[in-house]
C-alpha cells in the first residue's frame, strides 16, 4: 500500500466525483422527472414535455452515462495515485 | 400445432437448458459456491445481475402498473434503475475489495460486532424471504396459465429445476443459468413489443415509438394516447396527479431499497478485481435498461390498443364493440381466453349487445351514459397482471411468441428465486453456522451445510407459494422498507465514515428499521393481520406519506441515530479505521480474496 498523504488526496478526489454524480442522479431523476417538470412544460418531446421524457426515459439514460463515467474516470484516478491492481 | 404443445416446446426447451447449464458448472469449494470463485467476467456477471433483479415483478407486472397509471407510476422506472448509481459509486466497489462473502460478514468485521452480524442477518432472511414467496407463487400461476397444469405440480416442477442447480451449482451454477435466463427473458420481453411497436408506430424501436407518430392517425403516439382515454372519462396519461412529495419520497426509497438488496449486492463478490466491480454495475444496467426503456412503451401502446378494441368504430362517439363481435371474431379471441383464468371478466349490465368501456365514476361520463342509457363500465375486471402475459394475443401476434412470453416469465420469476434462496443459504451457512455456532467448521462440511440451507430454504419456499400468507402482495414493501432502513445505510456508513463505532451502528439499524416496521404495520396491520391497522395508504400518519414511501425517512432516521450515538460513546478502535482505509484502496484486492 502506498502512503497515506496519497491515499488520502485519492480519497478525497474520489469523493469529489461521487458528489458531482449524484448532484446530476438526482437532478435529472427528482429535477427534471418530477420537481422541476412544470417549468419544462414548454419544451415539447414527441407528444409530451421534457420532464415526461425524464421520466420514462431519460434519467435511466443519464445513469447509465454517470455509472461508466465513474468507472473510467476511477481507473485512471487509480493508476495515478498508484493504487490500481497490479 | 397447438398454443399448448407450442407452450410446452418453449418452455421445456428452455428448462432443459438450465438442467443443462447445472451438470457442467459444479460448485466445488465454499468459495464457487458463495462467489463462483470469483471469476466471473464483469459484462457476464451483469446479465446475471440484471436477471437476478428483475424479476416477475418487472416482467410481467411493471408495464401494466404503468400503462393504467401514466407518468405517476414513472417511480418505478426511475427507482428500480435510479439505486444502481448508488450500488457503483457508494457499495460495489468497496465490499469486493473487502473480499468476504456475505454482505452481513462485512457489517460484522466493519462494526466489530457480533451483535450488528446478526441484526444484519436477521434483516437479510426476512427481506429476501418476503420476496421470494412473490416468485414462487408466480411460478405457480405462470405454469398454471400457459402449460394447463395445476398451480401445485407447475410450483412443484419449478421447485425441483431450481433445486438442481442453486443445490449443486451455488452462486456458479446460479450465475451462468441467469445469464441463459436473462437472455430467455428479454428476448421475451422484446419481440412482442417491437411487432407491437411496429403496427402502431411504424419503428421498430419500442422506446423510439413511444415518442414517435402514431402511424393510423398521424398525430404523436401519446398525443393519441392522451386524447383516447381523456375520451373514456380516464385521467390524462402524461400528466402529473400524483402527491408530489410522496413521489418523490417512493422513488428515493426504491433506488435505496435497490442498493441495499443483499442478493443483489453479493453478486459483486463474483467478479475479478474492484474495477470489474465498478464496470459490472455499468453493464447490469445496461441489461436491465433493456427492458426498462421497453417497458412504458408496451404499456403506453397496451393501453392504447385496448381503448380502440373496446371502441372500434371512430371511438365514445362511435358504437362500441358488440357481444357478437367478442365471441366470434378471432381478434377478440384472448378475451375469452383470459375470462377464463378470472383476472378478465366483462358483463352487459343494460342488455343493448355491446360492451361500453368507459369511467363511470367521472360526472362527464355519467352524464353521457344516462342520455345514451349505459349502466355503468361493461368491463367489469382488467388484471393489470395480465397485460404482458395477453400482450401478443391482443397485438395478433403468431403462436410462438405466446410461447416465448411463457418461457420468459418463468425465466424472470426462477432467477430472482434462486438469488434470493443463494442470499438465505450463504446467511444461513457462513454468518450463521460458520460465523456464530461453529466457527471451526471445515470447509467442506460447511459447503454440505450450505447446501442443506439451500435445500431447506426451496422446501420452505415451495411451501410458503402453496400456502401464500394473505399479505404476501403487501410484503414487497416491507422487502424494500428493510433493505433501505436497516442495510444500505449501514454499508455507506461502514465505508464513508471511519466516526461510526458499534454501538452507533447497531443503534442505527435497529431505530431505522424499527420506525420503518412500526410505520407498515400502521398501515398495513400488525404483521399484516387485517384490521389491525390504525391508518391507510389512502390517508397516512404523515401528511401524504404512504407506508410504501417510507423506507426513504427510515434510511435517514438510521444515519441520524448511528451518528449521534457513536458522537457520545467510545471511538473506533484503528485496526478497524485500518480496515476501513485499506476497504477504500483497490490495491491489493487478490490476496484479499480467500480467509
Not at chain 1, 414548454?42 to 445513469?63: H, N, P, T
Not at chain 2, 426504491?254 to 465498478?278: E, N, Q, Y
Amino acid at each position: 500500500m502506498s502512503d497515506n498523504s496519497s491515499n488520502d488526496a485519492y480519497w478525497k478526489a474520489n469523493v469529489r466525483i461521487i458528489l458531482i454524480s449524484l448532484v446530476i442522479w438526482a437532478l435529472v431523476s427528482f429535477g427534471f422527472g418530477i420537481l422541476l417538470r412544470p417549468m419544462l412544460a414548454g419544451i415539447s418531446v414527441g407528444g409530451s414535455d421534457l420532464g415526461f421524457w425524464f421520466a420514462q426515459q431519460g434519467s435511466i439514460l443519464v445513469f447509465l452515462a454517470l455509472i461508466f463515467n465513474y468507472a473510467w474516470q476511477m481507473n485512471k484516478l487509480d493508476i495515478a495515485h498508484g493504487v490500481d491492481e497490479e | 400445432m397447438s398454443q399448448f404443445a407450442i407452450n410446452l416446446l418453449f418452455v421445456g426447451a428452455s428448462f432443459a437448458l438450465y438442467i443443462g447449464i447445472a451438470i457442467w458448472a459444479r460448485a466445488g469449494s465454499t468459495s464457487e459456491f458463495y462467489a463462483a470463485g470469483r471469476g466471473v467476467h464483469p459484462v457476464t456477471n451483469g446479465m446475471a445481475t440484471a436477471a437476478d433483479w428483475m424479476s416477475a415483478a418487472s416482467f410481467i407486472s411493471m408495464a401494466g402498473l404503468i400503462a393504467f397509471t401514466g407518468y405517476d407510476n414513472s417511480s418505478f422506472l426511475m427507482g428500480w434503475t435510479g439505486g444502481y448509481v448508488l450500488l457503483a459509486l457508494l457499495l460495489a466497489p468497496y465490499l469486493r475489495k473487502f473480499g468476504k462473502f456475505t454482505v452481513s460478514e462485512f457489517i460484522g468485521d466493519r462494526f466489530y460486532s457480533p451483535t450488528a452480524r446478526i441484526v444484519a442477518v436477521v434483516c437479510l432472511i426476512v427481506a429476501s424471504t418476503t420476496y421470494v414467496i412473490g416468485q414462487m407463487t408466480g411460478v405457480g400461476v405462470a405454469f398454471g396459465r400457459f402449460l394447463e397444469v395445476s398451480n401445485t405440480a407447475g410450483l412443484l416442477i419449478g421447485a425441483c429445476v431450481v433445486f438442481a442447480y442453486a443445490v449443486f451449482g451455488g452462486m456458479k451454477g446460479v450465475t451462468y443459468t441467469q445469464v441463459a435466463q436473462y437472455c430467455v427473458l428479454i428476448t421475451a420481453y422484446t419481440i412482442p413489443a417491437v411487432f407491437i411497436s411496429l403496427q402502431l408506430t411504424g419503428t421498430p424501436i419500442p422506446a423510439l415509438g413511444l415518442f414517435g407518430d402514431h402511424v393510423a392517425s398521424g398525430e404523436p403516439l401519446l398525443a393519441k394516447l392522451d386524447a383516447v382515454v381523456t375520451e373514456l372519462g380516464f385521467k390524462e396519461y402524461t400528466a402529473h396527479h400524483a402527491d408530489t412529495l410522496n413521489m418523490v419520497l417512493f422513488t428515493l426509497s426504491l433506488m435505496i431499497g435497490t442498493a441495499g438488496l443483499p442478493h443483489v449486492i453479493m453478486r459483486f463478490f463474483t467478479v475479478p478485481k474492484v474495477s470489474d466491480a465498478r464496470w459490472s454495475a455499468g453493464w447490469t444496467l445496461v441489461f436491465i435498461a433493456l427492458l426498462y426503456l421497453t417497458a412504458p412503451a408496451v404499456g403506453a401502446m397496451a393501453r392504447l390498443n385496448i381503448s380502440e378494441l373496446m371502441w372500434p368504430n371512430g371511438g365514445i362517439s362511435g358504437e362500441a364493440v358488440t357481444t357478437e363481435q367478442i365471441a366470434n371474431d378471432p381478434e377478440y379471441d384472448w378475451m375469452a381466453t383470459w375470462q377464463k383464468t378470472g383476472l378478465l371478466d366483462w358483463e352487459d349490465k343494460n342488455g343493448d349487445g355491446k360492451i361500453q368501456f368507459y369511467n363511470d365514476k367521472n360526472e362527464d361520463l355519467q352524464a353521457m351514459a344516462a342520455e345514451k342509457g349505459w349502466e355503468g363500465n361493461e368491463l367489469t375486471k382488467f388484471n393489470r397482471d395480465i397485460l404482458v402475459l395477453a400482450n401478443p394475443e391482443i397485438a395478433n401476434l403468431p403462436s410462438w411468441v405466446i410461447g416465448l412470453v411463457a418461457a420468459g416469465g418463468l425465466a424472470a420469476a426462477l432467477s430472482t428465486a434462486a438469488g434470493l434462496l443463494l442470499a438465505i443459504s450463504s446467511a444461513v451457512s457462513h454468518d450463521l453456522i460458520k460465523g456464530a455456532i461453529n466457527p471451526s467448521i471445515s470447509e467442506k462440511n460447511e459447503l454440505l451445510s450450505a447446501r442443506i440451507a439451500m435445500g431447506v430454504a426451496i422446501a420452505v419456499a415451495t411451501w410458503l407459494g402453496l400456502n401464500p400468507p394473505g399479505f404476501a402482495a403487501q410484503t414487497v414493501a416491507l422487502a424494500f422498507g428493510l433493505a433501505a432502513a436497516s442495510i444500505f445505510p449501514a454499508l455507506m456508513m461502514g465505508i464513508f465514515s471511519t466516526k461510526i463505532n458499534n454501538t452507533g451502528a447497531v443503534a442505527g439499524m435497529l431505530a431505522g428499521l424499527t420506525v420503518t416496521l412500526v410505520y407498515i404495520f400502521l398501515h398495513k396491520g400488525w404483521l399484516f393481520i387485517p384490521g389491525t391497522n390504525s391508518f391507510t395508504d389512502a390517508d397516512p400518519l404523515l401528511g401524504t406519506i404512504k407506508s410504501t414511501s417510507f423506507g426513504a425517512i427510515g434510511a435517514a432516521v438510521n444515519f441520524a441515530v448511528a451518528y449521534i450515538v457513536a458522537g457520545m460513546t467510545k471511538e473506533t478502535p484503528a485496526e478497524i479505521k485500518a480496515l476501513v482505509e485499506s476497504v477504500r484502496v483497490p490495491r491489493g484486492a487478490g490476496a484479499a480474496q480467500d480467509h
